[in-house]
């Protein structure tokens, strides 16, 4: 008897057990329902996911640039020159600057170098950059008394961008490796004839 009497106790505790829960199920359904400021678990708006930040890549900014070279000019010698950039990229295709670029160079003449450049860029695939442009070109020191002066000349610049922020496409900060051929046409009395600048370097780019 007590064996069976124990058992018909452990039911009546579940049994109460049971029935309290569920009264308080129901009254907790009768009070989510009375509240009108309620909203189902399964209603409830989930928070928007943060969106990836967004750049606007044709958007217009300032440019600066530099590079230090050596090579030669033609006919002349080897030559060192330093050329600085100031301008505008319009997209991240799109620029344009102002080019100074000062040198001198030595061998079978001496003298110096100046090259005041508007040139256009066009930046290819986030990496390479092709810039051209007309220039006005200052010749001076030169042993060759016919050459000094000061002539016209076409700038023309190849990049290698090492920069290239892979998160804002289209904007850099960092080295380059630089080529320069720049011909001047130089003119005296009698005649008109080229002296061609080419050079190689290491610069820096931010845009």
Do not use: C, I
């Not at 049971?18 to 989930?46: C, I, W």
């Not at 217009?60 to 505008?88: C, E, K, P, Q, S």
């Not at 319009?90 to 080019?99: D, E, H, I, K």
């Amino acid at each position: 008897m007590g064996k069976y009497s124990g058992l018909r106790t452990a039911w009546a505790a579940v049994a109460l057990v049971l029935g309290f829960a569920a009264h308080a199920g129901r009254a907790h359904a009768e009070t989510r329902a009375e509240d009108p400021y309620y909203v189902p678990v399964e209603k409830r708006a989930r928070p928007a996911p943060t969106p990836e930040p967004t750049y606007d890549l044709d958007r217009t900014r300032l440019r600066f640039g530099f590079d230090a070279n050596g090579g030669a000019v033609v006919g002349r010698g080897v030559a060192h020159t330093v050329a600085l950039r100031l301008g505008v990229q319009a997209t991240s295709v799109l620029g344009a600057y102002y080019q100074a670029q000062a040198g001198v160079f030595a061998g079978s003449d001496f003298g110096g170098l100046m090259f005041n450049s508007l040139m256009g860029s066009l930046v290819l695939n986030d990496v390479m950059e092709l810039s051209a442009g007309p220039s006005l070109d200052l010749r001076s020191g030169s042993m060759r008394t016919r050459e000094e002066g000061v002539f016209a000349g076409v700038a023309t610049r190849l990049a290698f961008m090492l920069g290239a922020d892979a998160k804002r496409p289209g904007n850099r900060s960092g080295l380059s490796l630089v080529f320069h051929a720049h011909p001047t046409f130089v003119r005296t009395d009698t005649t008109t004839f080229v002296r061609t600048l080419f050079v190689f370097g290491l610069g820096g780019e931010w845009y």
